[in-house]
């Protein structure tokens, strides 16, 4: 019996990269094995990947040198940032370098690199719909990735783009869930009008990436988009009532309201819904669930998804 491939992946403790071990890990007459990427191979999460089956290996995307050490021997690597551990666009684009520059040199056969739009395609730093931030970026979280594509592109590293949707898992983490206003009622409070918001399961995300890797050298240069369901946030709300049992309403509030909410990254955010509300055509075609679930057939839906995690959405 051949050697299985190693699939390196990075952020292999966080939401879509452990996501993407568990995934191939359960996968046990596949072609892969995962090693598993992380700063501390001591941590729970990273002994629990371990358990698995995992080989688990410390690297930081902030040293090359790691990197290319983790990459070593491998076929192929997912490659991920996590902009909220600093908030700095800039350092995001420094470790989109890093990881293009470490799979480049160690000859990555197929590398499924998690990035999002660059907004600034449909909406340029001169246009005044949405304010400017840190004077280069309308929405930083997406932009720095998205401009980051072509440090793999320009590397000849063979990468599928993979355009990720909405966690529903920000309404347990992010502070998104349900919360009572003055009227006593529970709302999810979004800028979204009554437009359509791709979302999905983080876990979903790793199976996906699983699936572009079994696809091999036919998804190489292509970018696919992602989702579970589109829905308003109209319909999350009763989504959620039917859930919890209790009634939820859909809060819809202005982009400009939303980036005045004041929390870390509100700005950011704020941005983000305007432009998936305003060239909504665009965000949701490129995310195509009935694609989406040729690459995971387990894909879940929003309904499905409450099932299983409704005790664990903090309900404030």
Not at 3 to 21: F, M, S
């Amino acid at each position: 019996m051949s050697a299985k491939k190693i699939i390196a992946v990075v952020g292999a403790t966080g939401a879509q990269g452990g996501g993407l071990v568990r995934a191939i890990m359960n996968d046990a007459s596949g072609d892969y094995t995962a090693r598993a990427i992380t700063r501390d191979v001591d941590s729970e999460k990273a002994k629990a990947l371990a358990a698995l089956g995992a080989e688990v290996v410390s690297a930081d995307i902030d040293d090359v040198e790691s990197l290319k050490r983790a990459f070593e021997r491998a076929y192929g690597a997912f490659c991920v940032t996590f902009f909220w551990a600093h908030f700095s666009p800039k350092q995001e684009y420094d470790e989109i370098g890093n990881m293009a520059r470490a799979a480049k040199e160690t000859g990555l056969k197929h590398v499924v690199w998690s990035t999002l739009e660059d907004t600034r395609r449909w909406v340029p730093l001169s246009d005044k719909r949405m304010p400017t931030l840190m004077e280069h970026y309308k929405v930083p979280h997406f932009d720095a990735k998205g401009e980051g594509d072509r440090l793999f592109r320009d590397a000849g590293v063979p990468t599928t783009f993979l355009l990720t949707s909405f966690y529903w898992e920000n309404f347990i983490y992010f502070g998104m869930g349900p919360k009572k206003g003055p009227d006593g009622k529970l709302a999810i409070t979004l800028p979204m009008g009554d437009k359509k918001l791709p979302g999905m399961a983080a876990e979903d995300i790793g199976k996906c990436a699983l699936g572009i890797f079994k696809r091999g050298e036919y998804a190489i240069g292509n970018t696919v988009g992602i989702a579970g369901e589109h829905l308003s946030g109209a319909e999350m709300a009763v989504a959620f009532t039917k859930a919890l049992g209790q009634e939820v309403v859909y809060n819809a509030v202005s982009p400009e309201v939303y980036r005045g909410f004041g929390f870390p990254g509100a700005e950011d955010l704020g941005n983000m819904f305007q432009f998936k509300q305003e060239f909504n055509a665009d965000f949701c075609k490129v995310r195509n669930v009935e694609r989406t679930r040729n690459l995971a057939p387990s894909l879940q839906n929003f309904e499905a998804w409450l099932l299983e995690n409704k005790g664990r959405i903090p309900l404030e």
